[in-house]
């Protein structure tokens, strides 16, 4: 059973309304199989290069379920919603995916990583695009400019 208090905490409490733009924004992740990506600050980050310093919010991301109810911790750096099984993660710089246990399931080696759709990924290496499968396996050799999920 879903409780009212969780939609009225998650749901209600994160809309935000513009008032000057007179428009609602959303903070909270889309439920894709059953699952919805959440976010926690974990602290501030200030980082200098070229004579440029950028600074915001850290943020960790995990998903909850229909129940509210957090199954996967607040552990990866970033997230896509769920498709064909598999939600991509980024940990430090490298792409990979994990399961709906939160399971590890194609470490995180790739550049760049798309969503899954019929059992493969874009994946981008040395500035081409190419696919891997569900283990992570090369199918496709990088060779492509541009790639988008296998439909």
């Not at 501030?44 to 109810?69: C, H, M, P, R």
């Not at 709906?100 to 990924?121: H, Q, S, V, W």
């Amino acid at each position: 059973t879903i409780t009212p208090g969780f939609f009225e905490e998650v749901f209600l409490l994160e809309i935000e309304f513009d008032k000057k733009k007179k428009s609602i924004q959303f903070n909270g992740g889309d439920f894709h199989d059953g699952m919805a990506l959440v976010s926690k600050k974990v602290g501030d980050y200030t980082d200098s290069s070229n004579a440029v310093t950028l600074s915001g919010e850290q943020f960790k991301y995990g998903f909850i379920n229909w129940y509210g109810k957090l199954v996967i911790p607040y552990k990866f750096d970033y997230v896509s919603g769920f498709s064909d099984g598999k939600a991509i993660i980024r940990q430090g710089n490298k792409f990979g995916a994990i399961d709906y246990n939160g399971r590890t399931i194609i470490k995180p080696k790739f550049e760049l990583m798309g969503n899954f759709g019929d059992g493969l990924a874009p994946i981008y290496q040395d500035s081409l695009w190419g696919y891997c499968d569900s283990r992570g396996g090369i199918s496709l050799q990088p060779q492509y400019d541009e790639a988008h999920p296998f439909y």
